[in-house]
């Protein structure tokens, strides 16, 4: 009987263990990442309160420890990202007790990838200028500009037109380049001698199937031959009838709508489709707004997210990993992408206005027969493709085992 007592003790000790509560933080653009964040509110003295950034809320939660979950409540209003929110194995849950990030119920929290572009002044008719060089933009060429979270289009020649066909509307090239026909092709107007440079210029070009777009910087114009060169090779021969236009280009800004950025003097030029008023002008800087690696048992629900240089969630290699009831929108390549790992969900959102597609599934194992158990269901997933226009879909799945089911698209 002398061995009991002590085992009772470790019995009590578990079961405390289990029961105890989990760590709960919260978020506020009204908070503070100096105070405990424990408070869904600043206190009346304003000594305490809600932390102010997602990242502070993620520190919290690993001081305090995930034996039995945690939770993070974050409250309404406009978060602006330059980075994705990181997070791992140490930021993980267990079976029946994850950890769960989502926003206070009825509330509406945007986590936007990118800061808003302000100070703008006039620069010629209608277009105005603004400088970015405190925005930290990415050394790759941006693509996209929102305007009240609609997506703006690169200066462009033709122009999109007015049909809302995804395309607009286009060139068509004039002749192959004998000796360099993946490189270079004839065209039948002189317009790119009237450009002062090429700095930034491409091609979106249907080079020789229907089912093939790609999108190459431009290298030179010979105007006595009307012949484009690419700065690469194509995958595919450029052929005669095949349609294009050129984007990227400040001649080329003149209808509403249209953008361009001098990424050299960190000067956006920009021609609003409605007066500036208070709206948000909002060039992206992140890459994607949530970065999972390897974290399990764990759930972010209830967001609207948008405007990111790729996808707006990526889970790579992750375990019983749910995205939920959330809206995605305006992302420079897919909405979610669920990569490896098993049993992660997409359900219940959303997700429209990406540059490529909606959900990616990845996962199992084909040479064993490994099913990975991933799902996308409960979707709604409309207007993808709005960059890249080939062999962009709904749902991307690969690999084994996973399920699509119940989604509109």
Request: proline share 7%.
């Amino acid at each position: 009987m002398r061995h009991t007592a002590p085992l009772v003790l470790a019995l009590l000790a578990c079961a405390a263990a289990l029961a105890a509560e989990p760590p709960v933080f919260h978020v506020s653009p009204a908070g503070n990442d100096a105070w405990s964040g424990t408070l869904a509110e600043p206190n009346a003295d304003g000594t305490d309160g809600p932390f102010a950034g997602l990242v502070r809320a993620r520190d919290a939660l690993r001081a305090a420890g995930l034996e039995n979950g945690g939770m993070v409540y974050v409250h309404a209003g406009v978060y602006h990202l330059t980075e994705p929110l990181q997070l791992g194995p140490e930021d993980s849950g267990r079976v029946g007790r994850p950890v769960v990030w989502q926003s206070w119920p009825g509330e509406t929290v945007r986590l936007v990838g990118g800061k808003p572009v302000t100070g703008f002044t006039p620069h010629g008719g209608e277009i105005l200028k603004a400088d970015v060089s405190g925005l930290k933009l990415p050394k790759q060429t941006v693509r996209q500009l929102f305007f009240n979270s609609q997506r703006q289009i690169p200066a462009r020649w033709p122009n999109k037109g007015g049909d809302d066909m995804p395309g607009g509307q286009w060139a068509f090239v004039a002749a192959s380049v004998e000796d360099a026909r993946s490189s270079r092709f004839v065209v039948n107007t002189d317009r790119p001698a009237a450009w002062k440079s090429l700095e930034g210029a491409e091609v979106s070009i249907w080079p020789n199937y229907n089912w093939w777009q790609t999108i190459a910087p431009v290298k030179g114009f010979d105007a006595a031959a009307k012949t484009v060169e690419l700065a690469a090779e194509l995958p595919y021969t450029i052929e005669p009838g095949r349609r294009f236009f050129f984007q990227n280009i400040l001649e080329e800004l003149d209808t509403p709508g249209e953008w361009w950025l001098d990424e050299a003097a960190n000067t956006l030029y920009f021609w609003p489709p409605a007066p500036l008023g208070d709206g948000e002008v909002i060039l992206p800087a992140a890459e994607n707004l949530v970065r999972m690696e390897c974290a399990a048992h764990l759930a972010w629900m209830g967001f609207t997210m948008e405007a990111t240089l790729g996808d707006a969630v990526t889970v790579s290699n992750g375990d019983a990993v749910l995205v939920a009831r959330s809206v995605v929108r305006n992302t420079g390549a897919y909405g979610v992408s669920i990569l490896d790992g098993t049993g992660c969900r997409v359900a219940g959102c959303d997700i429209y206005a990406t540059g490529r597609g909606g959900v990616v599934l990845r996962g199992g194992d084909r040479k064993t027969l490994t099913p990975a158990g991933h799902m996308a269901e409960n979707n709604h997933i409309h207007h993808f493709g709005d960059i890249y226009q080939t062999y962009e879909t709904a749902v991307n799945i690969s690999g084994v085992g996973n399920r699509i089911a119940h989604n509109l698209i």
